[in-house]
Structure formats: C-alpha cells, structure tokens
C-alpha cells in the first residue's frame, strides 16, 4: 500500500501528462456506460484522477 501512497508518479513526464492520461482514460470509461442511471464502481488503486470527469455521467459513482 505504501508504493501507491507515495508522493510523485514515475509513470508520467509531467503533470499536464497526468492530467490528459486521466481525460483519455475517462473519455474511454464514459463511452463504456451504458446509460446515465448506470451505478458505477471504480475499483483499483492509486488517486481517483477520473473521478471528477465519469460522475457527471452516471448516476452513482462508488471509490473504493
């Protein structure tokens, strides 16, 4: 758990990478819902950098 706690993210040159990662990575979840009613959870490790960009498009959007 301490791996993904960490400060800093190699995976990424810099912080507008970061941030088009997430909008790409959002824009391939949104087209996956299958309607705005739809429940959705967003299960895995690390920040919820998605989650500001999926939960205007479902109805419910569960962290975990």
Excluded at 29 to 49: H, S
Excluded at 54 to 63: E, F, K, S, T
């Amino acid at each position: 758990m301490a791996f993904w706690q960490q400060d800093g993210d190699v995976l990424f040159a810099d912080e507008r990478h970061q941030r088009e990662h997430a909008r790409l990575l959002a824009q391939d979840y949104k087209a996956l819902l299958p309607c705005t009613t739809a429940a959705v959870l967003e299960f895995g490790p690390g920040r919820a950098d998605t989650a500001p960009l999926i939960a205007p498009h479902c109805a419910r959007l569960i962290l975990s």
